[in-house]
C-alpha cells in the first residue's frame, strides 16, 4: 500500500511545483502581516527559499514544493526528536 509523503500530499492540495508564498503563508504563517512575510521572504528569513520570476518589487514570491516539503519534514523531525527526549525523561523520573 502506498504511504502520502508531505510532498505527494502537498502537490494534491496545490496542483503545482511552484506555490506562491502568499498561499502558503495564509494556511501555514497565519500570525503574520503582509508586510513581515515580505521582509522575511526578503531576507530569507522562512525556512525554505523564496523567490520571484521577475526582478519586480511588485511581483509575487514563490517556493518550490519539494522544499516546503522538505522544511515542514525537517521542522516535524526536530519536534519530534525533543518531544521523545522529554518523554523518556518524564517516564525515568515517575
Same mark, same amino acid.
Given at each position: ?28 504563517? +497565519? ?15 522562512? +525556512?525554505?527559499?523564496?523567490?520571484r520570476l521577475d526582478d519586480s518589487?511588485?511581483? +509575487? ?34
Amino acid at each position: 500500500m502506498y504511504e502520502l509523503k508531505t510532498i505527494d500530499y502537498l502537490f494534491l492540495k496545490y496542483r503545482t511545483p511552484h506555490i506562491k508564498l502568499e498561499d502558503i503563508t495564509k494556511e501555514f504563517y +497565519p500570525h503574520l502581516c503582509k508586510e513581515r512575510v515580505l521582509e522575511k521572504a526578503r531576507q530569507q528569513k522562512f +525556512p525554505f527559499a523564496c523567490f520571484r520570476l521577475d526582478d519586480s518589487q511588485k511581483a +509575487p514570491f514563490f517556493v518550490r514544493l519539494e522544499e516546503l516539503a522538505n522544511a515542514f519534514d525537517e521542522i516535524y523531525r526536530q519536534s519530534h526528536s525533543i518531544f521523545q527526549n522529554t518523554m523518556q525523561k518524564t517516564i525515568k523520573t515517575s
